[in-house]
C-alpha cells in the first residue's frame, strides 16, 4: 500500500527555520518524483518544490527559491525540505506527493496538483511571532 508521511510542522518565529520529512511506504522512490505542495487557508494548493531521484534534479517556486531546500535520502526513502528565512506568508499545510517517474519533462517542471497521483495527510507550518 503506498503511503506518504509527512512530518516537522510546526510554529516558528518569522526568520527562523523548519526541516519537513516525507517518509514514503510501499514503493521505493529509486523510480518516483516527490512534490511539495502547500495549502493556505482559502487558497489553492501550489506547488513549491520536486525532486526527481532518478537524477536528483529539482524545482522551486519563485517564492521560495533561495530560502528552500529540497533533497532525498533514497536509503531511507524520505525527501526533506529545509526551510530557512521562514515568512509569515509560508504559514500553510505542506504536502508532500508523488508521481512516476520525474517530476519535469523537458523544461517543464510538474507543480499542479492533478500532476501527482500519490499523497500525503500534511502538516502544518505556521510562522508567527
Known amino acids: 500500500q ?3 508521511v509527512e512530518s ?22 529509486d523510480y518516483y518524483a516527490i512534490g511539495w505542495f502547500r495549502q493556505a487557508p482559502g487558497k489553492e494548493r501550489e506547488g513549491v518544490s520536486c525532486i526527481s531521484s532518478s537524477d536528483g534534479s529539482t524545482y522551486y517556486a519563485d517564492s521560495v527559491k533561495g530560502r528552500f531546500t529540497i533533497s532525498g535520502d533514497n536509503a531511507k526513502n524520505t525527501v526533506y525540505l529545509q526551510m530557512n528565512s521562514l515568512k509569515p506568508e509560508d504559514s500553510a499545510v505542506y504536502y508532500c506527493a508523488a508521481r ?4 519535469y519533462s523537458g523544461s517543464y517542471y510538474y507543480s499542479l496538483q492533478y500532476e ?13 511571532s
Open 116 to 128: 501527482y497521483d500519490y499523497w500525503g495527510q500534511g502538516t502544518q507550518v505556521t510562522v508567527s
Open 100 to 103: 512516476a517517474p520525474n517530476c
Open 2 to 4: 503506498v503511503q506518504l
Open 8 to 29: 516537522g510542522g510546526g510554529l516558528v518565529q518569522p526568520g527562523g527555520s523548519l526541516r519537513l520529512s516525507c517518509a514514503a511506504s510501499g514503493f521505493t522512490l
